[in-house]
Nanobody, 124 residues
Framework: QVQLVESGGRLVQAGGSLRLSCAASGRTFSSYIMGWFRQAPGKEREFVATISWTSGRTSYTDSLKGRFTISRDNAKNTVYLQMNSLKPEDTAVYYC?????????????????WGQGTQVTVSS
């Protein structure tokens, strides 16, 4: 059984930084794609970034390029989301997700496994 556990969310002031972690367990993730999504109150869940566990190749939603960075630590089975220059509009629950295969996707329905989410709140 795949388990994804996010951590690192908290209250931060605008302009600050946070690093979210997603600890993955339950199987070998060498042929998986990992993604970060977020959902603000009253809005749909939206794509943030994705990374291939094998190749390390990444994709980002255009609006967050340059501020957010996704990375992974194969030895720790952990995926990270480094978030810099945070803005109040970044306030959301951030979710980690996983899908089998080698094709990165920005679509929520493409992911089979989800974590419980971690709350990020950015104050102005």
């Amino acid at each position: 059984q795949v388990q994804l556990v996010e951590s690192g969310g908290r209250l931060v002031q605008a302009g600050g930084s946070l690093r979210l972690s997603c600890a993955a367990s339950g199987r070998t993730f060498s042929s998986y794609i990992m993604g970060w999504f977020r959902q603000a109150p009253g809005k749909e869940r939206e794509f943030v970034a994705t990374i291939s566990w094998t190749s390390g190749r990444t994709s980002y939603t255009d609006s967050l390029k340059g501020r957010f960075t996704i990375s992974r630590d194969n030895a720790k089975n952990t995926v990270y989301l480094q978030m810099n220059s945070l803005k109040p509009e970044d306030t959301a629950v951030y979710y980690c997700a996983a899908r089998a295969g080698t094709v990165r996707s920005a679509t929520t329905t493409a992911y089979n496994y989800w974590g419980q989410g971690t709350q990020v709140t950015v104050s102005s």
